[in-house]
């Protein structure tokens, strides 16, 4: 897992929403180690300080917990996913734009059908690019 600092916060903040991600949608389990402060803090050049502050945002709120001398590790997330929450969040958006409750169950259906639907991104693609290789020639 890399950790891309953008700019748009604060270093800080940055390291401890990208921890806070990953492990809410279930890319670190439980006990899993994290790197420790040093490591991270030189793989990012940062100081350390900065990442022991993210770290301890982190241990606040129940996500990872600090064992001296042993290491970093990932607690048990309680609470919905954040791929629940995700879904929620979007499925409200979509009934907003007029989805109906029929509409987003047969979709449920759809997706977890046996065999499971085409895929919907890049549908056609290869009839297109056929077609462009017929007119070259």
């Known amino acids: 897992m890399d950790i891309r ?11 401890k929403d990208t921890y806070e991600y990953y492990i809410r949608l279930g890319a670190f389990r439980e006990g899993e180690r994290l790197p ?3 490591k991270l803090a030189v793989k990012l050049g940062v100081n ?3 990442v022991e ?3 301890t945002a982190l241990e606040r709120s129940g996500l990872i917990r600090t064992i001296p001398k042993k290491g970093v590790y990932v607690c048990r997330v309680t609470g919905k996913s954040y791929m ?11 009934k907003g734009g007029g989805l109906t409750r029929e509409e987003a169950l047969a979709a449920v259906e759809e997706v977890y059908a046996d ?7 890049g549908e056609g693609d ?12």
């Open 53 to 55: 502050r993210a770290y």
């Open 5 to 15: 600092l953008t700019g748009k916060k604060s270093i800080c903040e940055e390291i």
């Open 115 to 121: 065999p499971p639907p085409p895929a919907v991104y």
């Open 48 to 50: 350390p300080n900065t």
């Open 126 to 137: 290869e009839e297109e690019d056929e077609e462009d290789e017929e007119d070259v020639s």
């Open 36 to 38: 420790s402060v040093r």
């Open 84 to 94: 629940y929450e995700e879904m929620v969040y979007r499925l409200t958006l979509l």
